[in-house]
């Protein structure tokens, strides 16, 4: 049985930092996409940075980049997202995924992910 457990959020003022971790387990850790997902109060879940485990290779949404750092620890099955320069915008609940690569990528379509975590708290005040 696949679990993804996160770990890592909390509120903090504009221009703040956080790190997300994501502990996966029941999965071949190395074959799978990793991504941080993010579903806005109101809004749909939407793909903030992507992971491929066995290339190395990442990919974030525009709205992130040169703020927010997807890595792993490998040898402990751990994701983590470094979020730093925090907006009120970044509010959200951010949730971890594993997947398939879709056509060798990591694609940023959410209902492509077989596997979720339970999603965590991220709130940025003004």
């Known amino acids: 049985q696949v679990q993804l457990l996160e770990s890592g959020g909390g509120s903090v003022q504009a221009g703040g930092s956080l790190r997300l971790s994501c502990a996966a387990s029941?999965?071949?850790?190395?074959?799978?996409?990793m991504g941080w997902f993010r579903q806005p109060p109101g809004k749909g879940r939407e793909a903030v940075a992507l992971?491929?485990?066995?290339?190395?290779?990442?990919n974030y949404a525009d709205s992130v980049k040169d703020r927010f750092t997807i890595s792993q620890d490998a040898a402990k099955n751990t994701v983590y997202l470094q979020m730093n320069s925090l907006k009120p915008e970044d509010t959200a609940i951010y949730y971890c995924?594993?997947?398939?690569?879709?056509?060798?990528?990591?694609?940023?379509?959410?209902?492509?992910?077989?596997?979720w975590g339970q999603g965590t708290q991220v709130t940025v005040s003004p």
């Open positions: 995924a594993a997947g398939r690569p879709l056509a060798s990528t990591c694609t940023v379509i959410v209902g492509w992910y077989e596997h």
């Open positions: 992971l491929d485990t066995s290339g190395g290779g990442t």
């Open positions: 029941g999965l071949t850790y190395g074959s799978n996409c």
